[in-house]
Protein backbone atom coordinates (compact mmCIF):
# COMPACT_ATOMS: atom_id res chain seq x y z
CA UNK A 1 0.00 0.00 0.00
CA UNK A 2 1.44 3.39 -0.34
CA UNK A 3 0.40 6.94 0.06
CA UNK A 4 0.90 9.29 -3.39
CA UNK A 5 0.55 13.45 -3.59
CA UNK A 6 -1.21 14.15 -6.95
CA UNK A 7 -0.27 17.57 -7.53
CA UNK A 8 -1.93 19.76 -10.42
CA UNK A 9 -0.12 21.33 -13.50
CA UNK A 10 -0.65 24.94 -14.50
CA UNK A 11 -3.61 24.63 -17.25
CA UNK A 12 -2.72 25.00 -21.01
CA UNK A 13 0.30 23.26 -20.29
CA UNK A 14 -0.41 19.80 -22.43
CA UNK A 15 2.99 18.82 -24.36
CA UNK A 16 0.92 16.87 -26.93
CA UNK A 17 1.54 12.99 -27.83
CA UNK A 18 4.52 11.15 -27.56
CA UNK A 19 6.70 10.61 -30.66
CA UNK A 20 6.03 7.03 -32.23
CA UNK A 21 8.08 4.39 -30.82
CA UNK A 22 11.44 2.79 -32.49
CA UNK A 23 11.26 -1.01 -31.53
CA UNK A 24 14.39 -2.37 -30.35
CA UNK A 25 13.69 -6.33 -30.11
CA UNK A 26 12.38 -5.43 -26.99
CA UNK A 27 10.19 -2.90 -27.11
CA UNK A 28 10.99 0.14 -25.15
CA UNK A 29 12.88 2.53 -27.13
CA UNK A 30 11.49 6.13 -27.31
CA UNK A 31 14.74 8.47 -28.18
CA UNK A 32 17.61 6.39 -27.06
CA UNK A 33 15.27 4.69 -24.27
CA UNK A 34 14.02 8.20 -22.43
CA UNK A 35 10.87 10.19 -23.93
CA UNK A 36 12.11 13.69 -22.07
CA UNK A 37 9.03 15.56 -20.27
CA UNK A 38 9.48 19.28 -19.70
CA UNK A 39 9.37 20.18 -16.17
CA UNK A 40 6.45 22.86 -15.02
CA UNK A 41 6.25 24.46 -12.03
CA UNK A 42 3.59 22.85 -9.11
CA UNK A 43 1.10 24.49 -7.68
CA UNK A 44 -0.16 24.17 -4.01
CA UNK A 45 -2.85 22.03 -4.72
CA UNK A 46 -3.03 18.53 -3.99
CA UNK A 47 -4.73 14.91 -3.54
CA UNK A 48 -3.72 12.57 -1.43
CA UNK A 49 -4.41 8.97 -2.74
CA UNK A 50 -3.71 5.82 -0.79
CA UNK A 51 -2.89 2.98 -3.32
CA UNK A 52 -2.54 -0.82 -2.79
CA UNK A 53 -2.49 -3.84 -5.28
CA UNK A 54 -4.48 -7.08 -4.45
CA UNK A 55 -4.01 -10.74 -6.45
CA UNK A 56 -6.45 -12.46 -5.62
CA UNK A 57 -7.65 -16.13 -7.19
CA UNK A 58 -10.99 -14.96 -7.51
CA UNK A 59 -13.66 -12.23 -6.93
CA UNK A 60 -17.18 -14.64 -6.60
CA UNK A 61 -18.45 -13.37 -3.38
CA UNK A 62 -15.65 -11.71 -1.82
CA UNK A 63 -16.79 -8.28 -3.19
CA UNK A 64 -17.87 -6.89 0.22
CA UNK A 65 -15.03 -8.79 2.21
CA UNK A 66 -12.77 -6.49 -0.16
CA UNK A 67 -14.59 -3.22 1.03
CA UNK A 68 -14.62 -4.22 4.27
CA UNK A 69 -10.62 -3.93 3.96
CA UNK A 70 -10.28 -1.12 2.01
CA UNK A 71 -12.53 1.08 4.89
CA UNK A 72 -10.42 -0.13 7.31
CA UNK A 73 -6.84 0.64 5.67
CA UNK A 74 -8.52 4.16 4.28
CA UNK A 75 -8.11 3.29 0.98
CA UNK A 76 -9.62 5.12 -1.86
CA UNK A 77 -7.60 3.34 -4.84
CA UNK A 78 -6.87 -0.13 -4.77
CA UNK A 79 -5.20 -2.06 -8.26
CA UNK A 80 -6.38 -5.73 -8.38
CA UNK A 81 -5.86 -8.44 -10.83
CA UNK A 82 -7.85 -12.07 -11.56
CA UNK A 83 -10.84 -10.61 -12.07
CA UNK A 84 -13.31 -12.32 -14.80
CA UNK A 85 -15.91 -10.14 -16.96
CA UNK A 86 -15.57 -6.47 -18.27
CA UNK A 87 -17.92 -4.89 -16.18
CA UNK A 88 -18.71 -2.06 -13.22
CA UNK A 89 -19.97 -2.74 -9.87
CA UNK A 90 -20.84 -1.59 -6.21
CA UNK A 91 -18.98 -3.52 -3.77
CA UNK A 92 -20.43 -2.31 -0.64
CA UNK A 93 -18.85 0.88 1.81
CA UNK A 94 -19.23 3.12 -1.71
CA UNK A 95 -16.71 1.19 -3.39
CA UNK A 96 -17.17 0.68 -6.64
CA UNK A 97 -14.70 -2.12 -8.97
CA UNK A 98 -13.96 -1.73 -12.72
CA UNK A 99 -12.96 -4.77 -13.92
CA UNK A 100 -12.10 -6.77 -17.29
CA UNK A 101 -11.37 -10.40 -17.40
CA UNK A 102 -11.19 -13.41 -19.82
CA UNK A 103 -13.75 -15.83 -18.61
CA UNK A 104 -12.41 -19.49 -18.00
CA UNK A 105 -8.83 -17.75 -17.76
CA UNK A 106 -6.39 -17.02 -14.96
CA UNK A 107 -6.14 -13.22 -15.98
CA UNK A 108 -7.83 -10.19 -15.07
CA UNK A 109 -7.11 -6.38 -13.88
CA UNK A 110 -9.75 -4.20 -12.48
CA UNK A 111 -9.56 -1.01 -9.74
CA UNK A 112 -11.31 0.20 -7.20
CA UNK A 113 -12.49 3.28 -6.05
CA UNK A 114 -14.32 5.00 -3.37
CA UNK A 115 -17.35 7.26 -3.16
CA UNK A 116 -15.77 10.20 -4.18
CA UNK A 117 -13.51 8.78 -6.85
CA UNK A 118 -16.04 7.21 -8.60
CA UNK A 119 -18.18 10.31 -8.93
CA UNK A 120 -14.89 11.73 -10.83
CA UNK A 121 -14.82 8.97 -13.86
CA UNK A 122 -14.53 10.25 -17.27
CA UNK A 123 -13.51 7.52 -18.99
CA UNK A 124 -12.73 3.41 -19.07
CA UNK A 125 -10.30 1.84 -21.09
CA UNK A 126 -10.33 -1.87 -21.10
CA UNK A 127 -7.61 -2.56 -23.37
CA UNK A 128 -7.68 -6.26 -22.34
CA UNK A 129 -7.15 -8.69 -19.61
CA UNK A 130 -3.93 -7.49 -18.98
CA UNK A 131 -4.43 -4.01 -18.99
CA UNK A 132 -7.05 -1.18 -17.69
CA UNK A 133 -7.34 2.32 -17.45
CA UNK A 134 -9.21 4.77 -15.35
CA UNK A 135 -9.61 8.73 -16.26
CA UNK A 136 -10.63 11.09 -13.50
CA UNK A 137 -11.13 14.61 -13.39
CA UNK A 138 -10.73 15.41 -9.72
CA UNK A 139 -10.54 19.19 -8.02
CA UNK A 140 -9.47 20.35 -11.76
CA UNK A 141 -6.72 17.69 -11.87
CA UNK A 142 -6.76 15.03 -14.98
CA UNK A 143 -5.38 11.68 -13.76
CA UNK A 144 -4.83 8.32 -15.20
CA UNK A 145 -5.26 5.69 -13.00
CA UNK A 146 -3.62 1.95 -14.54
CA UNK A 147 -3.90 -1.43 -13.62
CA UNK A 148 -1.50 -4.01 -14.73
CA UNK A 149 -0.95 -7.87 -14.76
CA UNK A 150 1.87 -8.65 -16.87
CA UNK A 151 2.27 -12.45 -18.66
CA UNK A 152 4.18 -14.66 -16.13
CA UNK A 153 7.86 -15.28 -17.23
CA UNK A 154 7.15 -18.85 -18.79
CA UNK A 155 4.99 -17.34 -21.17
CA UNK A 156 5.45 -17.40 -24.83
CA UNK A 157 7.75 -14.10 -25.80
CA UNK A 158 4.59 -13.52 -28.53
CA UNK A 159 2.49 -12.86 -25.53
CA UNK A 160 5.35 -10.87 -23.98
CA UNK A 161 5.57 -8.43 -26.54
CA UNK A 162 2.39 -8.22 -27.44
CA UNK A 163 1.66 -6.75 -23.99
CA UNK A 164 4.42 -4.34 -24.35
CA UNK A 165 2.95 -2.89 -27.15
CA UNK A 166 -0.30 -2.57 -25.35
CA UNK A 167 1.26 -0.72 -22.73
CA UNK A 168 3.15 1.89 -25.12
CA UNK A 169 0.10 2.35 -26.70
CA UNK A 170 -1.93 2.93 -24.10
CA UNK A 171 0.84 5.41 -22.50
CA UNK A 172 1.43 7.59 -25.36
CA UNK A 173 -2.07 8.22 -25.75
CA UNK A 174 -1.85 10.12 -22.45
CA UNK A 175 -1.39 13.57 -22.59
CA UNK A 176 1.71 15.06 -20.54
CA UNK A 177 -0.35 17.43 -18.76
CA UNK A 178 -1.98 14.63 -17.28
CA UNK A 179 -0.97 12.63 -14.02
CA UNK A 180 -0.35 8.96 -14.60
CA UNK A 181 -0.06 6.31 -11.82
CA UNK A 182 0.52 2.99 -12.25
CA UNK A 183 0.25 -0.41 -10.27
CA UNK A 184 0.03 -3.81 -10.66
CA UNK A 185 2.05 -7.29 -11.09
CA UNK A 186 4.51 -6.85 -13.54
CA UNK A 187 6.35 -10.38 -13.08
CA UNK A 188 9.71 -8.93 -12.83
CA UNK A 189 12.51 -8.78 -10.53
CA UNK A 190 13.87 -4.82 -10.76
CA UNK A 191 16.70 -6.23 -8.44
CA UNK A 192 18.29 -4.42 -5.66
CA UNK A 193 20.73 -1.60 -7.30
CA UNK A 194 19.47 1.39 -9.25
CA UNK A 195 22.77 0.03 -11.80
CA UNK A 196 22.12 2.88 -14.52
CA UNK A 197 18.59 3.75 -13.88
CA UNK A 198 19.26 5.83 -11.64
CA UNK A 199 16.07 8.25 -12.70
CA UNK A 200 13.38 5.50 -12.31
CA UNK A 201 15.31 2.75 -9.53
CA UNK A 202 15.92 4.59 -6.29
CA UNK A 203 18.27 1.64 -5.38
CA UNK A 204 16.07 0.02 -2.12
CA UNK A 205 14.70 -2.94 -4.44
CA UNK A 206 14.96 -6.30 -3.49
CA UNK A 207 16.99 -9.40 -5.25
CA UNK A 208 18.75 -9.49 -8.24
CA UNK A 209 17.33 -8.25 -11.88
CA UNK A 210 16.32 -10.41 -14.40
CA UNK A 211 15.10 -9.88 -17.83
CA UNK A 212 11.48 -8.80 -17.35
CA UNK A 213 12.48 -6.35 -14.75
CA UNK A 214 14.79 -4.90 -17.05
CA UNK A 215 11.80 -4.81 -19.20
CA UNK A 216 10.21 -2.55 -16.52
CA UNK A 217 12.90 -0.45 -16.24
CA UNK A 218 13.10 0.87 -19.64
CA UNK A 219 9.53 1.21 -19.74
CA UNK A 220 9.65 3.48 -17.02
CA UNK A 221 12.42 5.45 -18.40
CA UNK A 222 10.53 5.39 -21.73
CA UNK A 223 7.27 7.04 -19.88
CA UNK A 224 9.40 8.91 -16.78
CA UNK A 225 7.90 7.20 -14.33
CA UNK A 226 9.26 6.08 -10.99
CA UNK A 227 9.43 2.52 -9.40
CA UNK A 228 7.77 4.25 -5.77
CA UNK A 229 9.10 0.72 -4.12
CA UNK A 230 12.41 1.28 -4.91
CA UNK A 231 12.68 4.96 -3.01
CA UNK A 232 12.85 3.97 0.40
CA UNK A 233 15.08 1.59 2.67
CA UNK A 234 12.45 -1.06 4.28
CA UNK A 235 13.05 -4.46 5.88
CA UNK A 236 13.44 -7.57 3.10
CA UNK A 237 10.14 -8.99 4.72
CA UNK A 238 8.53 -5.45 3.82
CA UNK A 239 9.94 -6.05 0.05
CA UNK A 240 8.23 -9.11 -0.39
CA UNK A 241 5.20 -8.88 -2.39
CA UNK A 242 4.75 -12.73 -3.54
CA UNK A 243 5.95 -15.73 -1.65
CA UNK A 244 5.43 -19.54 -2.31
CA UNK A 245 6.78 -22.45 -0.69
CA UNK A 246 10.84 -20.78 -0.07
CA UNK A 247 10.80 -18.48 -2.48
CA UNK A 248 10.05 -14.91 -1.98
CA UNK A 249 10.34 -11.98 -4.66
CA UNK A 250 8.85 -8.81 -5.02
CA UNK A 251 6.44 -8.85 -8.49
CA UNK A 252 4.40 -5.83 -7.52
CA UNK A 253 5.46 -2.14 -8.41
CA UNK A 254 4.01 1.03 -8.21
CA UNK A 255 5.27 3.65 -10.32
CA UNK A 256 4.48 7.51 -10.76
CA UNK A 257 6.68 10.82 -12.14
CA UNK A 258 9.56 11.15 -10.58
CA UNK A 259 9.26 15.03 -10.71
CA UNK A 260 6.21 14.92 -8.92
CA UNK A 261 7.70 13.41 -5.57
CA UNK A 262 9.07 10.10 -4.24
CA UNK A 263 10.61 11.48 -1.20
CA UNK A 264 9.47 10.68 2.57
CA UNK A 265 7.78 13.32 3.44
CA UNK A 266 5.38 12.78 0.76
CA UNK A 267 4.88 8.85 0.59
CA UNK A 268 5.05 5.97 3.17
CA UNK A 269 4.52 2.38 1.99
CA UNK A 270 2.92 -0.56 4.30
CA UNK A 271 2.97 -3.88 3.85
CA UNK A 272 -0.02 -5.67 3.31
Same mark, same amino acid.
Given at each position: ???????????????? !?????? =? &????????????? =?????? *?? =?????? +?? *??????????????????????? &??? /????? #????????????????????? %? @????????? *???? #??????? @??????????????????????? $??? !?????? *????????????????? !???? #?? $??????????? @????????????????? @? &???????? !? /?? +???????????????? #???????????????? $??? %???????? %??????? =??
Amino acid at each position: MVSLDARAYPTGDAQG !QHPAPV =R &NGQGLSYRNGRVR =RKKRAL *SV =RELRLR +CA *SWNVGTMSGRGRELADVLKRRRI &NVP /ARDKV #EGCKAREIGEGYKLYYCGSDG %K @RNGVGIVLD *SRLK #ECVVDVK @RVNDSLIAIKLVVDGMTLNLVSV $YAP !QSGCEE *SVKEKFWEDYDCLLMNL !QDSE #EV $YVGGDFNGHVG @RESDGYERVHGGWGLGN @R &NAYGEALL !Q /AA +CAFDLAITNTWFKKKE #EHLITYKSGHHATQID $YFL %KQPNTAPS %KDKMTYV =RE
